[in-house]
């Protein structure tokens, strides 16, 4: 993939304490935002550290008091925005933010903060990187689910607060470069962020069961009607149905009754019973077995039970009893 850049090429890890909202502002333009900043009160103080990779970036703003900002990430860029601790409004394209979720600034559009304190990390990913991995990991891109500016993690269960606790997930990167993990950190912020973050939030829209959970089951199962004879693991099926495991794994239950593996399974089961019935001798059992995929041969001779009723032996016995009457 090529190279590319969501500050200027000059730009260096930033980090700052304003005390002044054109400081503060300044700052911010530093890593490629253009903000206003107003302060509420006589007295003004923000931090704000940020950190840039080939395609993202890391922003945390912790401002103590109260203040408004106004304005747009850094260009052609999505901005996430996770809160551990906000008081007063928070507006991504007009939608209020909840501790829950995740806002979604969509590049060249507008966000507002108007707070008496808050504590936010922003990770900003270039558009064609965001859309890339939103359609490899959610089966259709970021672009493609209309005008929605909030995420919703897919677990609601995992934590009480789960915007918070990604929020120290991720903030333990945020490293000043004299650190001597700086390196590493600045590595994995695109890993956290692409393979961890997007993984586990998905558009609000998505978490109800969908159709989409069940196209992705098609793409999958059709997969495996094509390859069931070939290596294949549950991330090959993710990858061929475009879709992420928990969505493929709705859409098999819901059409299939059955998880994707276990789909497999049965098709590759299925496949070495006919094997059985149509080669009579010529192929041995462990043959046939591993033709199908089946590398472990005890297991295969109790799963084949189980769905059969019979043995491997037994099914080609029978046929061949069949033949001889003939």
């Known amino acids: 993939m090529e190279s590319e850049s969501l500050a200027p090429a000059s730009a260096r890890p930033v980090s700052l304490a304003a005390d002044e909202p054109a400081d503060y502002s300044d700052g911010a333009r530093l890593l490629g935002w253009d903000i206003q900043t ?10 704000l550290v940020g950190v840039q990779t080939v395609g993202a970036q890391l922003t945390r703003v ?38 829950a979720n995740i806002g979604v600034a969509r590049p060249d559009r507008e966000f507002e903060f108007h707070t008496a304190g808050t504590d936010l990390l922003l990770p900003t990913i270039s558009r064609r990187r965001m859309e890339e991995a939103t359609r490899a990991l959610w089966g259709r891109s970021i672009a493609e689910t209309g005008d929605i500016s909030t995420l ?26 004299e650190h001597p993990d700086f390196k590493r950190a600045v590595r994995e912020i695109e890993e956290r962020i692409f393979e961890d973050l997007l993984v586990a939030v998905a558009p609000a829209e998505r978490l109800a069961p969908g159709a989409h959970c069940r196209r992705a089951a098609r793409r999958a199962a059709a997969f495996i009607q094509e390859h069931w ?14 879709a992420p495991e928990r969505a493929l794994r709705q859409g098999f239950g819901e059409l299939y009754g059955v998880s994707p593996m276990t789909y497999l399974r049965s098709v590759r089961m299925h496949a070495a019973r006919e094997e059985l ?9 462990a043959e046939v077995a591993l033709g199908c995929g089946f590398t472990h041969l005890g297991r295969f001779g109790i799963d084949y039970r189980r769905s059969f009723g019979e043995t491997p032996s037994q099914t080609r016995n029978r046929r061949s009893r069949v033949r001889a009457r003939r």
């Open 62 to 99: 912790d401002a103590a008091t109260a203040h408004i900002a106004r304005g747009e990430g850094p260009r052609d860029a999505y901005v996430l925005v996770l809160s551990r601790r906000m008081q007063g409004l928070t507006k991504i394209g007009g939608e209020e933010l909840h501790d």
């Open 277 to 285: 019935r149509r080669t009579e001798r010529e192929r041995s059992i």
């Open 229 to 242: 004879r070939e290596s294949i693991s549950l991330a090959d099926l993710c990858r061929a149905a475009a």
């Open 38 to 47: 107003f302060a509420l009160r006589s007295r003004f103080r923000a931090g």
């Open 152 to 177: 919703v993690f897919g677990n609601l269960r995992t934590s009480a607060t789960p915007a918070a606790s990604w929020f120290a997930r991720i903030e333990a990167l945020l490293v000043p470069p």
